[in-house]
């Protein structure tokens, strides 16, 4: 099993324009979430999901989309990046409702 | 409020010594505590987590214990290596059917050879 997969590894992106970062597992998790971590902060819950179809917000979902087609997938959208989004980007997939694998992680900065 | 806290933010243990991380949370419902291990540039690891029915779990080296009613559990690492070295998140379950986790913000840990 590869885990979780998660491309790109490091992104640059001017303010304004949108991007999407991908998500993958292949251990057929019904949970995925997608965190950012920044400087002193922890990590916090952008978006997650329990299942196909079946999305909901975190503690900083603004400035971010998701969807959830398929088990395996849950890409993340920033729709028109900002500073403040610069950060590393971590998605979690479980079996039982709260992040037990992360992926490696994409390191995005925004100018 | 949803918080949890860690003390303290960095701690230096010499080698073979014991380490002893503690989180405070804030939300009496909830329920699962687990502990992330993150090596610099790598990506958070679960280690060790406990539920609110069971007061303390052993891993090898490592430990957890919970407190529900002081509202505080505590990592324990024994007999500390190098490798031990990081940075360790706790965090507790919150929200509707504790479907979510709040993270503390992290305590360095460095052990010294």
């Known amino acids: 099993n590869a885990g979780v997969t998660q491309t790109p590894k490091f992104q640059v992106l001017k303010t304004g324009q949108s991007m999407t970062l991908q998500c993958a597992q292949d251990?057929?998790?019904?949970?995925m979430s997608w965190y950012r971590q920044d400087p002193g902060m922890g990590l916090r819950l952008i978006h997650y999901?329990?299942?196909?179809?079946?999305?909901d917000q975190g503690e900083v979902p603004n400035g971010y989309n998701v969807s959830r087609s398929t088990t395996e997938d849950f890409p993340l959208r920033l729709l028109s990046a900002a500073p403040s989004q610069t950060s590393v980007y971590f998605c979690?997939?479980?079996?039982?409702?709260?992040?037990?694998?992360f992926g490696p992680g994409t390191r995005l900065t925004v100018t | 409020g949803e918080n949890v806290e860690q003390h303290p933010s960095t701690l230096s243990v010499q080698e073979g010594d014991s380490a002893v991380i503690k989180c405070t949370y804030s939300?009496?419902?909830?329920?699962?505590f687990p502990w992330y291990k993150q090596e610099l540039g790598k990506r958070p690891q679960l280690i060790i987590d406990?539920?609110?029915?069971?007061g303390e779990k052993k891993d090898q080296r490592i430990a957890v214990t919970l407190n529900k009613t002081a509202k505080h559990f505590s990592l324990h690492i024994t007999e500390t290596q190098p490798e031990d070295s990081a940075v360790y998140f706790c965090?507790?379950?919150?929200?509707?059917?504790?479907?979510?986790?709040?993270f503390g913000k992290g305590n360095q840990v460095v052990v010294i050879p």
């Open positions: 939300d009496s419902a909830s329920n699962y």
């Open positions: 251990m057929n998790h019904e949970y």
């Open positions: 406990i539920r609110s029915n069971v």
């Open positions: 999901s329990v299942g196909a179809g079946i999305t």
């Open positions: 965090a507790a379950s919150i929200g509707e059917g504790n479907n979510r986790l709040a």
């Open positions: 979690a997939s479980s079996t039982a409702g709260l992040p037990q694998y």
